[in-house]
């Protein structure tokens, strides 16, 4: 690479090495190699403008996600089932923070038979009329 000379003391460097071939002429006009560069331009701004669109989608999820419940609060979240529209003697299957919760509506008899059985056969040691909800007037 040859620098000329303006001076004693400047020398401006030939850059024509790092040139595109279409405007190596200065002579000519840069009108022939305009759609190259537009189309070059407009690459460079899509890709740009995809990049922050990115990154703008991943601010904007993370700060929604932010003001979601925490999982103390999801902790001691609640479930209602109507019990009433479970037919005597049916089971209903839910889900309960991803996991499957089983409701059985018993009949009289099934639940005489629980009754019945000793608490010293069963593993759990509690009876039957102690775990279920509302049995005051269910057998009298």
């Known amino acids: ?20 071939t279409e405007v190596l002429d200065g002579t000519k006009s840069s009108k022939e190699s305009s759609e190259a560069r537009k189309g070059f331009s407009y690459l460079i701004t899509a890709t740009t403008s995809i990049g922050v669109a990115y990154a703008v989608k991943n601010v904007v999820s993370q700060f929604v996600s932010s003001m979601s419940a925490s999982a103390h609060v999801l902790a001691v979240s609640k479930m209602e089932i109507k019990l009433s529209d479970i037919p005597e003697g049916k ?13 059985c509506h018993r009949t009289r008899k099934e639940i005489e038979q629980e009754a019945a059985v000793e608490v010293s056969q069963v593993g759990d040691p509690q009876h039957d009329l102690d775990r279920v909800k509302k049995n005051l007037n269910r057998l009298s």
């Open 91 to 103: 089971n209903m299957a839910s889900q309960w923070r991803g996991k499957p919760l089983f409701v």
């Open 1 to 20: 690479m040859s620098c000329p000379s303006y001076g004693p003391h400047i020398r401006v460097p030939d850059l024509s090495d790092y040139r595109r």
